[in-house]
């Protein structure tokens, strides 16, 4: 099985400054096909998960662009350009190249 | 609008059995794979099941393989997860999503294995 490793695990932010989380595979994740199956999920408290980023650092419908996402084979990182309140959840990194699909351990953003 | 409901969930004993539905509106059900994820209380989340489109590629967590069944039924737009041999462990929230890239979540159904 892959296994996605997030740093940090919680990352106290204040608002209006900048905010970055990485993620790290135990091996490539690049498919045959040629995509990088690497997605970023936002959980707002109380709320179910959110798709945020997808194929590395495609944003999907809505998400706004303060959110980015870069990275290439193993590692990866997504960057929130200036952290705003309701940016407050936790993020997880996912792997969609093989089976099993595997999650991060989820980093917790606060505002400090 | 583009939504996925799920249903089902609730206190089951230990050994029982359940089965959860997630209803699905606003697009074209037929065309997508679909997966359940779960996230036990105060936890991440975790993988359980993923069925293509044409139900001919089914996969499973090992630690539910054997125990539960995904399916689905796209004249109803609908997908379904049979679970049997409830344990502990398999409290949590039930999500249904969308697709290969989870871009669509349900809300989610609590399900709770307790004696």
């Known amino acids: 099985d892959i296994v996605m490793t997030q740093t940090p695990l919680s990352s106290p932010v204040t608002l209006g400054q900048p905010a970055s989380i990485s993620c790290r595979s135990s091996?490539?994740?690049?498919?045959?096909?040629?995509?990088?199956?690497l997605s970023w999920l936002q959980q707002r408290p109380g709320q179910p998960p959110r798709l945020l980023i997808d194929?590395?650092?495609n944003r999907f419908s809505g998400v706004p662009d303060r959110f980015s996402g870069s990275g290439a084979g193993t590692d990866f990182t997504l960057k929130i350009s200036r952290v705003e309140a309701e940016d407050v959840g936790v993020y997880y990194c996912?792997?969609?190249?093989?089976?099993?699909?595997?999650f991060g351990q989820g980093t917790k953003l606060e505002i400090k | 609008e583009v939504q996925l409901a799920e249903s089902g969930g609730g206190l089951v004993k230990p050994g029982g059995s359940l089965r959860l539905s997630c209803a699905a509106s606003g697009f074209t059900f037929s065309s997508y794979s679909m997966n359940w994820v779960r996230q036990a209380p105060g936890k991440g989340l975790e993988w359980v099941s993923s069925i293509s489109s044409s139900s001919s590629h089914i996969y499973y967590a090992d630690s539910v393989k054997g125990r539960f069944t995904i399916s689905r039924d796209n004249a109803k737009n609908s997908l379904y997860m049979q679970m049997n041999s409830l344990r502990a462990e398999d409290t949590a929230v039930y999500y249904c999503a969308r697709s290969g890239g989870f871009d669509i979540w349900g809300q989610g159904t609590m399900v709770t294995v307790s004696s």
């Open positions: 091996q490539s994740l690049v498919h045959s096909d040629g995509n990088t199956y």
């Open positions: 194929k590395i650092s």
């Open positions: 996912m792997q969609a190249t093989q089976f099993p699909r595997t």
